[in-house]
């Protein structure tokens, strides 16, 4: 990304980041911030960003850039990926995503961890899990969802009200023992 910038914003870099301990630093700044966007993605974002301007961009024109770069494919941004798998009812597969790729990320991030450890711990399981499903897509991948089994049909009959009691008591008794 870096190398883009300097090659297409040559004189505004230079005159940005003069000497490598500055370039350093916020390279440092830009990848923690970037953190959430798969590679592919910062890249895209950094060709938007000269695409679109004739000025060395600022981070968060990047961070917009990087998002902008996700809407031709239909995917919400990481963070938004992750709450919306974090609080998705069962079953999964039934409910209305957003995108596919959310959730296969949650799938394979694991339901349980999402729904039962805190932040620190799953968010960086999701994050890496909705990278590389992200970059699937990007890739063009077409992701469907399986759509779940249904019941298996019943018989229409209903329980007579003795048969019920008699079950009941039956069920009353392995428990007593």
Known sequence: MFALFRLNYHNQFYAAYPD???????????????????VTQVLNGAKQAIETSEYLPTLNRMIECCRDSLSPYGLPDARSAYREACS?????SAQPWSHPAVYFAGRDADWFLLASEPESKSWPVFQQTYQHWCGRVMAGEQLEIEAPEALPPSSGEVSSREDALAELEKIRQQLSS
Do not use: C, F, G, R
């Not at 390279?27 to 970037?34: C, D, P, S, T, V």
């Not at 998705?88 to 999964?92: L, M, Q, V």
């Open 20 to 38: 490598s301990e500055q370039l350093n630093q916020v390279k440092k700044l830009w990848l923690e911030a970037l953190a959430d966007y798969p």
């Open 88 to 92: 998705a009812a069962s079953p999964k």
